[in-house]
């Protein structure tokens, strides 16, 4: 150190005396129990609490997760975003929130992957873990898969928004429900008729929620890919992360042979899900972020087979 430095350093007081110095105090004395078995559970404690609960949980809980796709990659680590709930009756205080978390650590440790049958077999230890004749979890997550460019060949990851929600009831069994958002190209037909050339186009957003039948088998299919593949298939033109000049021109003119209103998309996508066995009710909403206004353009539809409505 030099002379200045010398002169400028400071004596600081010791890190215990800091904390005294910025509010921290002495413990108290310690009157409560703190063995387990002597402490008091509120949660677990029986009167008429006026009304039962539908729900209640715990939500934003982010662990890692292994998924697996027919698409490559075939396996991948991602990051899941949880939520966990029970109902619980009215002679019941509370829940035991702990054994949420419990319970996704346990599976953790054991290296489980985020597929149906799994989240079946969750749920349901989940409710016997809880003692409750129910529980429902919830999963959201990046999923990625690879694309390759039309022409070129230049393979690059896109992603998507990924949802699985798993509801167990001792009486009823289960009830899937699926969610997947893709990216899409629209091009406006409207811009195309009565432009005398070109025509302008926007990146859409094609939102799905599908009920799975309860004897759909992931092995076969992956629902994710049908998902995406619905939702793509009856684009203007499909999202791409490398594209070289004649990949460009593919995708460009593909674009304008396929323009789509946000009403054709919902209607196309939702034909597509008709179609698929294993999808029993389903919701299509599109968003296109319009490239010459400064409002977005949306759409939904809902459809449910068993009432063919």
């Given at each position: 150190?030099?002379?200045?430095?010398?002169?400028?350093?400071?004596?600081?007081?010791?890190?215990?005396?800091?904390?005294?110095?910025?509010?921290?105090?002495?413990?108290?004395?310690?009157?409560?129990?703190?063995?387990?078995?002597?402490?008091?559970?509120?949660?677990?404690?029986?009167?008429?609490?006026?009304?039962?609960?539908?729900?209640?949980?715990?939500?934003?809980?982010?662990?890692?997760?292994?998924?697996?796709?027919?698409?490559?990659?075939?396996?991948?680590?991602?990051?899941?975003?949880?939520?966990?709930?029970?109902?619980?009756?009215?002679?019941?205080?509370?829940?035991?929130?702990?054994?949420?978390?419990?319970?996704?650590?346990?599976?953790?440790?054991?290296?489980?992957?985020?597929?149906?049958?799994?989240?079946?077999?969750?749920?349901?230890?989940?409710?016997?873990?809880?003692?409750?004749?129910?529980?429902?979890?919830?999963?959201?997550?990046?999923?990625?898969?690879?694309?390759?460019?039309?022409?070129?060949?230049?393979?690059?990851?896109?992603?998507?928004?990924?949802?699985?929600?798993?509801?167990?009831?001792?009486?009823?069994?289960?009830?899937?429900?699926?969610?997947?958002?893709?990216?899409?190209?629209?091009?406006?037909?409207?811009?195309?008729?009565?432009?005398?050339?070109?025509?302008?186009?926007?990146?859409?957003?094609?939102?799905?929620?599908?009920?799975?039948?309860?004897?759909?088998?992931?092995?076969?299919?992956?629902?994710?890919?049908?998902?995406?593949?619905?939702?793509?298939?009856?684009?203007?033109?499909?999202?791409?992360?490398?594209?070289?000049?004649?990949?460009?021109?593919?995708?460009?003119?593909?674009?304008?042979?396929?323009?789509?209103?946000?009403?054709?998309?919902?209607?196309?996508?939702?034909?597509?899900?008709?179609?698929?066995?294993?999808?029993?009710?389903f919701t299509i909403s599109c968003k296109n972020e319009e490239s010459i206004h400064l409002h977005d353009a949306v759409a939904t539809l809902?459809?449910?087979?068993?009432?063919?409505?």
């Amino acid at each position: 150190m030099n002379n200045t430095e010398l002169k400028n350093k400071k004596t600081l007081p010791s890190k215990a005396e800091r904390h005294k110095l910025f509010g921290s105090v002495e413990p108290g004395p310690k009157t409560k129990p703190v063995d387990k078995e002597k402490m008091v559970d509120l949660q677990n404690s029986k009167k008429d609490f006026l009304f039962d609960i539908d729900a209640v949980g715990i939500a934003n809980v982010k662990n890692p997760i292994n998924i697996t796709s027919h698409l490559i990659p075939n396996n991948q680590t991602t990051i899941g975003t949880f939520r966990f709930t029970s109902r619980i009756d009215k002679d019941s205080k509370g829940t035991n929130m702990s054994r949420f978390t419990e319970q996704l650590d346990a599976y953790y440790k054991n290296n489980y992957s985020i597929d149906i049958d799994t989240l079946k077999r969750f749920t349901k230890d989940l409710a016997i873990r809880l003692k409750q004749k129910d529980a429902q979890m919830e999963v959201n997550f990046p999923w990625f898969f690879e694309r390759k460019g039309p022409s070129s060949g230049l393979a690059g990851l896109n992603h998507a928004d990924a949802g699985i929600k798993v509801t167990y009831d001792q009486d009823k069994g289960h009830h899937i429900e699926v969610t997947l958002a893709g990216t899409i190209t629209t091009l406006c037909p409207c811009s195309k008729e009565i432009s005398e050339y070109s025509a302008h186009n926007q990146r859409g957003r094609v939102e799905m929620t599908a009920v799975l039948s309860e004897d759909f088998d992931e092995n076969e299919t992956d629902w994710k890919e049908a998902l995406l593949e619905a939702a793509e298939s009856n684009a203007s033109a499909r999202i791409h992360p490398v594209l070289k000049r004649p990949d460009e021109k593919i995708v460009t003119e593909q674009a304008y042979e396929n323009p789509r209103f946000v009403e054709d998309i919902v209607r196309l996508v939702a034909a597509d899900l008709y179609e698929l066995p294993f999808v029993e009710k389903f919701t299509i909403s599109c968003k296109n972020e319009e490239s010459i206004h400064l409002h977005d353009a949306v759409a939904t539809l809902s459809f449910d087979k068993n009432t063919d409505a």
